[in-house]
């Protein structure tokens, strides 16, 4: 690849996000993250990582971190600090995002055993605070968020 370094590094992680070889064009984007200079205005180190972290699985992350430890050591501590720090954000997302599906679907549950049992909607917004068209919007938020969570 020719070019100045960002642009060396954008069609590196448009080919690891597209294509094979990842993990060979991943390694060349950690070698050449060292030689982007630091010159105060957009963080492109932050942006390229930002990037990986967002196209790639978890596998291959870990294995960007490793490469970034050992092949860019003079900013290494830097990228993987950054991408340790994007990681537990996805973290605590995903986590937060469980929970709030896990709410929904006791919900949903209880709703659908009320309903099983013959209990009147009456009732049921009375035992539970939702009525018939808050509990089908109810169940269009949990499929939502398998969706994306499956994704």
Do not use: C
Not at 46 to 71: H, N, P
């Amino acid at each position: 690849m020719k070019g100045a370094i960002r642009g060396r590094i954008t069609q590196l992680l448009m080919l690891a996000a597209y294509h094979e070889p990842v993990r060979e064009a991943l390694l060349a984007v950690a070698q050449l993250l060292g030689e982007i200079p630091r010159t105060g205005g957009i963080d492109y180190v932050r942006v390229f990582v930002r990037y990986v972290v967002a196209t790639q699985d978890d596998e291959i992350v870990s294995e960007f971190d490793e490469m970034l430890k050992t092949r860019a050591s003079d900013t290494g501590g830097e990228i993987v600090t950054y991408a340790q720090q994007l990681l537990s954000e996805g973290e605590r997302k995903g986590k937060l995002e469980g929970k709030l599906e896990g709410k929904l679907e006791e919900r949903i549950a209880l709703i659908n055993g009320f309903l099983r049992a013959g209990v009147s909607w009456s009732t049921i917004t009375e035992a539970t605070g939702v009525d018939q068209m808050q509990f089908e919007e109810l169940q269009k938020q949990l499929a939502q968020l398998a969706a994306q969570t499956a994704t």
